[in-house]
C-alpha cells in the first residue's frame, strides 16, 4: 500500500518561500511509470492542480498562477518529492496535498490521481 506524507507546510509572510516535503513508502517509484503531484484546495474552492512531474523522464507541469514561482523535483534515492515555492502570495493559502497517479501522463485533474497524503497547511499573511 502506497503512503504519502507531507511536510514543511506553515505560516509565511508575502514574498517569502516554503519547501514542502512528500516523502512516498510502500512503493519504489523510480522503477515505474507514475506521476507525483502536488494539488492545493482553499476553504469553499474545489482542489485544484498546481504541479506534477513524471517520477522516470523528470517532465514537469505547472499552473498558470505559479509558474516561475514554484518548482517540483525529485529525489530518487529518498523517494520524496519537494515543492519549492518562492515569492508566495496571500492567494497561495490552502491545504496542499501530494498525490500519485500510476501513468506517464501528467494529468491535471485530480480525479485521476490514485493515492493521496493527509495534506500541510500554507497561510501566506499580507
Known amino acids: 500500500q502506497v503512503q504519502l506524507v507531507e511536510s514543511g507546510g506553515g505560516l509565511v509572510q508575502a514574498g517569502g518561500s516554503l519547501r514542502l516535503s512528500c516523502a512516498a513508502s510502500?512503493?519504489?517509484?523510480?522503477?515505474?511509470?507514475?506521476?507525483m503531484g502536488w494539488f492545493r484546495q482553499a476553504p469553499g474552492k474545489e482542489r485544484e492542480f498546481v504541479a506534477a512531474?513524471?517520477?522516470?523522464?523528470?517532465?514537469?507541469n505547472y499552473a498558470d498562477s505559479v509558474k516561475g514561482r514554484f518548482t517540483i523535483s525529485r529525489d530518487n534515492a529518498k523517494n520524496t518529492v519537494y515543492l519549492q515555492m518562492n515569492s508566495l502570495k496571500p492567494e497561495d493559502t490552502a491545504v496542499y496535498y501530494c498525490?500519485?497517479?500510476?501513468?506517464?501522463?501528467?494529468?491535471?485533474?485530480?480525479?485521476?490521481?490514485?493515492?493521496w497524503g493527509q495534506g500541510t497547511q500554507v497561510t501566506v499573511s499580507s
Open positions: 512531474i513524471s517520477w522516470n523522464i523528470g517532465n514537469t
Open positions: 510502500g512503493h519504489t517509484f523510480s522503477h515505474y511509470a507514475v506521476v
Open positions: 498525490a500519485a497517479d500510476k501513468g506517464v501522463v501528467i494529468e491535471s485533474s485530480y480525479h485521476l490521481y490514485d493515492y
